[in-house]
Nanobody
């Protein structure tokens, strides 16, 4: 069984910073892309940032220049550094990973349980 466990959410004032972490554990042969998504109340889940196993990154336009994603492949962990936070960044943030559990298996998507980020004005 594979688990993604997120940490680092919380309440912060506008202009502040938070750092989210997401660690994958269990039987894991390899991890391809990892990423972050968010869902605000009444809205659909949206992409925030992704990072490949080689370190290539992709960001939503709304967070470019403010958020940075990185990963530690040895620890199966992905990070999201969020700076200059705005009230519109308030959402539940979910970690995602494309994981191959065994060499002969295809990759499957796994999701974390979500962590709340609230930015006050």
């Amino acid at each position: 069984q594979v688990q993604l466990v997120e940490s680092g959410g919380g309440l912060v004032q506008a202009g502040g910073s938070l750092r989210l972490s997401c660690a994958a554990s269990g039987i894991i042969f390899s991890i391809n892309a990892m990423g972050w998504y968010r869902q605000a109340p009444g809205k659909q889940r949206e992409l925030v940032a992704t990072i490949t196993s080689g370190g290539s990154t992709n960001y939503a336009d709304s967070v470019k220049g403010r958020f940075t994603t990185s990963r530690d492949n040895a620890k199966n962990t992905v990070y999201l550094q969020m700076n200059s936070l705005k009230p519109e960044d308030t959402a539940v943030y979910y970690c995602n990973a494309e994981i191959k559990r065994w060499a002969w298996m295809r990759e499957y998507d796994y999701w974390g349980q979500g962590t709340q980020v609230t930015v006050s004005s």
